[in-house]
């Protein structure tokens, strides 16, 4: 067992370290955010992650997990330190590296001699040399180790990950990172830093592409009158394309595609490369948000100005109670510089949006609506009772820019449903 020390309690950091405590080793977390650790030690759990409050739980009681604040206070005894603090977009569109750098920077000197440090935050190629500089130690080798959790289902995906991606030029290094990964089964690849850093991006691109290439069908689709259902099944049941990705919606967002594309891109263009395929995806992923829009405004008669829009889901997908880059809350301020009144609901409880008033009972967010928008695909809106939603609307129309709701329920309730891509 490995005495290993977490540096940013965010979404990768909390369920790194309380995996890592769960498969047995001696974890320290760090963060910044003093309320946020006073929490941690209380066992209370700051984000909405299934089964993370468990594996917290049993960590502090088994002792093997502990909250700390700053980065200091956790690597004083560590033979290990996983550095998860963010790399937001920069003004230009690269990664910015500041986080990391001051993490890196702040570590270095206490850090014990033949301590590993590893990047799990999403860095660009390069990122091992900037985090070895900062550290300002020869004694240390830096390795990446990408994570690939899906925010919604984080400790399921650490614990049973489809790889596990190690870049090191130590190799005894690498070797030493992928032995902490005790009793999970999985292929691990163990490479140069530059391309486990491009594997990263790369994967996320290829995410964001799927998607991106699934709406423009969608967009094909309602210009020829075929069935987005129909095309997706059909392509999907090809070993070579699968299932997974190919639903239309309302764009991807979230914390990772939206930067990571845009830093892929930036990356290339670096490098003398123009990936203008992956250009192409990120512009059909705006259109798509003002497609979506489009369709709201249509439903609504043309204009939504003083007109009330019900929102059900504001996070930028299900299962998370995260916000950022969410397409839900993109449309929403297209909507409101329309001159929409809007109303929203979300199974995760988020607090107050700005321009929006969020209610906490979706029923509540449907009164007087002249159109209720379906934005992202929590399952809970499948079921709710649509005679109910049609008693409250002010006009029977529904937008539902995931394709989650029973479209015949609804028309035979005399509502008007629009989705994507659909006959
Ligand atoms: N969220 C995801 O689904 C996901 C998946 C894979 C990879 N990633 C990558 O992992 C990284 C972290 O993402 P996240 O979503 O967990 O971020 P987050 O914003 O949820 O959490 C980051 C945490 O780091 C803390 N922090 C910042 N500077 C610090 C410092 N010097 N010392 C201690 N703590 C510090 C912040 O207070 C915050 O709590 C990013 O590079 C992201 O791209 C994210």
Redesign the pocket.
Known sequence: MSRIAV???????LTTGACFAHIGHEVIC????TD?VARLQRGEIPILEAGLDNLVKEGLEDGRLQFVV??AAAVENCEFAYL????PQGDDGSADLS?IE??AR?IGPLLPSEAIVIN????PVGSTRVVERALGRDDIAVVSNP?????GSAIHDFLNPDRIVIGAEDQAAAVKVSSLYIGITAPVIVTDPASAETIKYAANAFLATKISFINAVAAVCEAVGADIKDVALGMGYDSRIGHEFLKPGPGWGG??FPK?TRAMVHIAETAGYDFHLLRGVVEVNDEQLRRVTAKIVAAAGGSVDGKRIAVWGLTFKARTDDLRESPSLSIISQLLALGAIVRGYDPSGPGPIDGVEVVDDPFVAVEGAAVLAVLTEWDEFRWLDIDKVASLVAAKEVVDARNLLDRTAFIRRGFNYYGIGRR
């Open positions: 540096i940013g309690t965010g979404y990768v950091g760090a963060d910044i955010d946020k700053g980065a998860c603090v963010p790399t986080y001051a993490a702040e799990k935050s999403t860095v994570e690939f959790l899906r925010e914390s990772c990571d």
